[in-house]
């Protein structure tokens, strides 16, 4: 019986193989292709070398300047939203009253679609902003704390769950253990709690660092790149570079190829990190 499933078990994965073949490895390297080719729609691609990827660099006024405003705003956005989301889990494991009802309200904004998300945030901050004689692209800086804020909304919850679950299978022995033996609340949480939500931690890292580097519905919705496309993360400046401009098709597939390597490589590099911190047991 074992050997005749183990003989037929790649049927089963054949499903699941077939999607991933058609819905990404196919795609991925179409992509690919076409990144090295001059092309308006897929049939009439010619292959044209390098050229593509060195137009893409050397539009330094777009290209890289979308690059570093996505950077800045992915580690202010990954550091507050993990720091926000730690502490909320940390004071709703403390057994007060209406746990559950305010993590359903801290989690529910992620359950909102980007689009309507920008939009709703640039009428609050526009709001605040137009008594002052402002809006939201008025400035570069009001732009990137408008994104942040959103950010934070709508990602504070989802993170918050992922460290609830980290939190409640700390196990509790471990922790009067240590508060028998003195340990200060500092301690507790540097030297025992945090080590021992790692696996949380990985997850909630790779999640916001991905999400932050591939934004693209709340900026398009929120600021739309002003003032001056300094607001522009990469992903909208692919999509402008795609869909704006004639006979830049195949620059916008090399912007995603570089882009699509710059967030694999620190996404593996941080998971890599911070799988070596997890403690083991």
Known sequence: MYHSLKRWS??????TLAAFVIAF?????MGL???FCEFRTVSDAQFIGLQNYIRAFSDTSEFLSALLFTVEFAIVA?????IFGFILAMLLTKGIRGTNIFRTVFFMPNLIGGIVLGYIWQLIIN??????????????????????ILMNW???????????????NIPD?????????????????????IPSVMPSITICLFLTIT?????????????????????????LDIYKTFYGRIGYEGVGQAKAVVFFLIVAFIALLQLYLTRSKEVEG
């Open 10 to 15: 790649w049927l089963f994965l054949l499903p």
């Open 25 to 29: 490895l196919i795609p991925f390297v």
């Open 33 to 35: 292709y076409l990144s």
């Open 78 to 82: 990954v550091l507050s939203i993990n």
């Open 127 to 148: 709001g605040v902003l137009y008594r002052y004689g402002y809006s939201i692209t008025s400035n570069a800086a009001f732009g990137f704390w408008g994104l942040v």
């Open 154 to 168: 709508q990602m504070i919850g989802y993170v918050m769950i992922i460290y609830i679950a980290g939190l409640q």
């Open 173 to 193: 022995d471990i922790l009067e253990a240590a508060r028998v033996d003195g340990a200060t609340n500092s301690r507790l949480l540097f030297h025992i709690i």
């Open 211 to 235: 999400n932050s580097f591939k934004l693209f519905d709340q900026n398009l919705a929120l600021t739309a790149g002003a003032p001056g496309e300094k607001t522009s993360m990469v992903a």
